[in-house]
């Protein structure tokens, strides 16, 4: 079974509009959650991850995510995008000590 | 520079012809992983590793062979190449399983 659903493949945005990418996760796993971003032919680096506490997680380059186990959803979000936020976006959770990333938003951000 | 290695950045080969894809990792990390990277399928967990001598089974592990006999080393190895592992090819450590994971700059590999 799927154990991370990012429902949207591709997510075009005006520069300086918000944005939010969505990912949600089998409530059969433990949630451990990250995001990852992946610039153009680079590997990926972490944005943000979840491991208890507050369920509002602030990560690098203003971005945050909020943990809602109700809906087993851990969803992105950046207040106002630039154009250097340009990138593919992975959300991530650990089962056991097994890795399952989610197929990937592409994110345009266009001028 | 704490960075992860990773060789060869390119590899063109053919099937059958044995190959392995050296990783490195320079800041004691404990936690290693291979994965693949393929259009519409994001990322998968080929083998991780938790410390030395100590490695699992992924999600795509079919093909693969991985050893662990440095903290810093973490080969995969291809003993019989297949078309079907065209793939980018990324390694990544970590502390532990939850800490951030440092990825390296990947493999591109082509199986003819």
């Known amino acids: 079974a799927q154990s991370v659903t990012q429902l949207d493949s591709q997510v075009p945005v005006f520069e300086e509009a918000p944005v939010e990418l969505r990912c949600n996760y089998s409530?059969?796993?433990?949630?451990?959650l990250f995001w990852y971003v992946q610039y153009p032919n680079q590997g990926l680096q972490l944005l943000l991850k979840?491991?208890?506490?507050?369920?509002l997680v602030k990560g690098i380059n203003g971005f945050e995510a909020e943990f809602n186990k109700s809906q087993t959803s851990f969803h992105l979000r950046k207040p106002s995008v630039h154009i250097s936020d340009t990138a593919e976006y992975f959300c991530?959770?650990?089962?056991?000590?097994?890795?399952?990333f989610g197929t990937g938003t592409s994110l345009t951000v266009i001028p | 520079e704490a960075q992860v290695t990773q060789n060869p950045r390119y590899l063109i080969t053919v099937t059958g012809k044995k190959l392995t894809v050296t990783c490195s990792q320079n800041m004691n990390h404990e936690y290693m992983s291979w994965y693949r990277q393929d259009p519409g399928l994001g990322l998968r967990q080929i083998y991780y590793?938790?410390?030395?001598?100590?490695?699992d089974k992924g999600d795509v592990p079919e093909g693969y062979k991985v050893s662990r006999k440095e903290k810093r080393n973490f080969p995969l190895i291809l003993e019989s190449p297949s078309p079907n592992q065209t793939s980018l090819y990324f390694c990544?450590?970590?502390?532990?399983?939850?800490?951030?994971?440092?990825f390296g700059p990947g493999t591109r590999l082509t199986v003819l």
């Open positions: 590793s938790m410390n030395v001598e100590v490695t």
């Open positions: 979840y491991l208890s506490g507050s369920t």
């Open positions: 990544a450590s970590s502390l532990t399983r939850t800490d951030t994971q440092y």
């Open positions: 409530s059969s796993v433990s949630v451990y």
């Open positions: 991530a959770v650990i089962r056991g000590n097994q890795f399952y």
